[in-house]
Each structure stands twice: as structure tokens, then as C-alpha cells.
């Protein structure tokens, strides 16, 4: 526009002012990560990460701040130990695999309330955190997951006839006297008078396809 003006003996056009520029999105000021500034008072809000909800109890009894604790994970006032690893968890349970593509996410009200924050921590937290921690302390947290995830507490067998129930971690199913052994997760047992009346084993490296529960739910 400014070359056809100029072409033709005009001058250029005055530069709008930023209040007569059409409505564009722009960056937004996102909160700071911080345990204190937590509210739980009734709201509603919109999030892409609802489903993540559906861990919750097994979040609870996995005890993250007991593991937290065990492995010495370094925190703070505004983010703890605890607080750091639910935060990272989330993030894998979001599928959001880089700490770099967590920015789009962090005014997802979702993910901080899931964490325990007011907002998920930014890019630069989690890029500076993974380089507080050391081997020796995920070794630690590993030695503490795998002692609570063998706890028959945290995974109790439960059976419902007609009802199919998923395999567990330790590769094996605890159903009072009977333990039935899982050589690929998952596995799906149907129950019947409470006992077992068709197993679906999944394939090493495949598991199971949609169309292999459909045929096995006939």
C-alpha cells in the first residue's frame, strides 16, 4: 500500500493508534505457580485436561507427598516437593510431553487445580527443577513407587460378575485366594458367580484394540 501511494504522489498513511487496531489476540500475564494461592472456593471454568480427574483417588492413595518425601525432592514455600511432582505427573498424564509445549497450557485452571496450585508452573520452573534433581533421588523415588504400588492397599483385587477388571502394575491380580498372573498389560477378566468365564490376553507391544473388546464384550 505504502509503494502505490508513493507511485501515485501520495503520502503515506498515518500510523493507527493501538486503540484503532482491530481486535488481535495477544500474550496474557499468566499467574505465578504457588501452593498458597490456592482457592477452592466454588467456581466453574473450562478445561481441556477434565479427564485427568478420573486419577485422582489413585493419586491419593499413591501418597505423592510420602514419595516426595522419601526421594528428598527439593520444593518451596510456593511450590513443594510434592506440589513439583504432581505437576510433572500431570503433564505426562496429558500427554504434553515436553516441558517446552506446557506455555499453551499454563492458563488451564485444570491442570494447576489437579497439581494443588493456583497454575501449572512455566517452562522455566520445570526446566530448572529436572536439573535440581539427581540420580540418586529418582532412584529413590523409583524405590519408593515400587514398594507402594506392591502394597495389595493401594491395588485391591475387586470382582463384579459380568463386569471386567484391568490388570495392575506388579503384573498380577489378587482376587481373595486367587491370583492370576498378567503377562501383558492389559488384561481383561470376566467374571461370572465370581469366577472367571473368559480372559482377553493383549499382545506384547500391541495390547488390546478397540475391535478386540468389542468381540470379546459379544
Known amino acids: ?21 482491530s481486535h488481535i489476540l495477544r500474550p496474557t500475564i499468566e499467574a505465578v505457580a ?33 514419595l516426595a518425601k522419601a526421594a528428598g525432592l527439593p520444593g518451596s514455600k510456593m511450590i513443594p516437593g510434592s506440589h513439583a511432582l504432581r505437576s510433572m505427573l500431570a503433564l505426562k498424564l496429558g500427554s504434553i510431553e515436553r516441558r517446552s509445549h506446557v506455555m499453551p497450557h499454563v492458563a488451564d485452571q485444570g491442570l494447576g487445580l489437579l497439581a494443588g496450585l493456583n497454575a501449572i508452573p512455566k517452562r522455566s520452573f520445570l526446566s530448572e527443577y529436572s536439573s535440581r534433581v539427581g540420580h540418586r533421588q529418582i532412584v529413590k523415588l ?44 492389559p488384561t481383561v477378566l470376566f467374571f461370572d458367580s465370581g469366577r472367571v468365564v473368559k480372559r482377553v490376553n493383549g499382545m506384547s507391544g500391541v495390547g488390546l484394540s478397540a475391535a478386540d473388546l468389542r468381540q470379546a464384550l459379544k
Open 142 to 185: 523409583q524405590a519408593a513407587y515400587h514398594k507402594q504400588i506392591d502394597s495389595q492397599v493401594l491395588f485391591p483385587g475387586e470382582c463384579t460378575d459380568g463386569l471386567l477388571t484391568t490388570a495392575t502394575p506388579q503384573r498380577r491380580l489378587t482376587l481373595g485366594p486367587t491370583t492370576y498372573q498378567i503377562a501383558v498389560v
Open 34 to 66: 504457588d501452593a498458597r494461592q490456592l482457592s477452592l472456593s466454588p467456581r466453574r471454568f473450562e478445561t481441556m485436561c477434565g479427564g485427568l480427574f478420573l486419577f485422582v483417588p489413585s493419586l491419593v492413595a499413591l501418597n505423592l507427598e510420602g
Open 1 to 21: 500500500m505504502r509503494e502505490v501511494l508513493k507511485v501515485e504522489g501520495f503520502a503515506a498513511l498515518p500510523r493507527r493508534l493501538d486503540e484503532e487496531r
